[in-house]
């Protein structure tokens, strides 16, 4: 019953409703590419370069005579596999990390210090270092975005364990002898799901949006991998020739990052009590 209240509230506003759509349609440019894109987002035609849209094109082609509607569309891909696996990355260890700092009081200071380390240094300056001494490539671009995301989720994991560390359901599992990793587990994490969640809206946004930024300072994906930041960073030149080769991507990229922000802000609604209560 409390689970479709908060289901109903998440999804009572036609802004939620058009967001969570827009999300599924980026979702499904990503897996259904190669049957939704028009021509090979890598295929170079100089013969056909910097055209406007057109019955063969679309949305026109770059400078190099690539489709520029279906590097979108493949652009989707990118930004998805970012965006996953950074959350992935900081969720795995920055609950970790959190549970050890919340749980064990010896860990706490030596962690939370190296946490607040992580957080000093920028995080497009992390990202361009690392990828500027182990290459370009995917894996590398995610960890980099990863990195600095992992002390974020840290300390919320920590906040909150450290908040219901002296609750009495968790002292009387201590008192049965409980062993720590089933305290965190069964009494102690579960309440840390919610907050994670809407924390985890933020992080993928946030990695789609850096991936883009480094992309675009060309030092992100490689510069044939059709992903949003190097469409727009290729169009930038031509951008008084031809608008679109920096409008087109850029719309799609501020809608995909405004509907997920948007998801984030109603998740936090529906599942903060006060706010719920509130409303």
Known sequence: MVAQTKLGTFLSSWPTRLALLMIVIVIVMAVFAPWLATHDPRFLDPAVRLRGPSAAHWLGTDSYGRDLYSRIIFGSRVSLLVGSGVLAIAIVFGVLFGALAGYFRSLDSLIMRIMDGVMAIPAILLAIA??????????????????????????????????????????????????????????????????????????????VLIE??????????????????????????????????????????????????MVGDTARDALDPKLAGRA
């Open 130 to 207: 690392m990828v500027s001494v182990s290459g370009s490539s995917l894996s590398t671009v995610i960890v980099a975005i990863a990195i600095p995301e992992i002390p974020r989720v840290t300390r919320l994991v920590r906040g909150i364990l450290l908040s219901v560390r002296g609750e009495p359901y968790v002292e009387a599992a201590v008192t049965l002898g409980t062993s720590p990793a089933a305290i965190l587990v069964r009494h102690m994490l579960p309440n840390t799901v919610a907050p994670l969640i809407v924390q985890g809206t933020y992080i993928f946004a946030a990695a």
């Open 212 to 261: 883009a930024i480094l992309s675009f300072l060309g030092a992100g994906i490689p510069p044939e991998v059709p992903s949003w930041g190097n469409i727009i960073a290729d169009g930038r030149t031509y951008f008084q020739l031809l608008p679109g080769l920096v409008l087109y991507p850029g719309i799609v990229l501020s809608l995909t990052i405004l509907t997920i922000n």
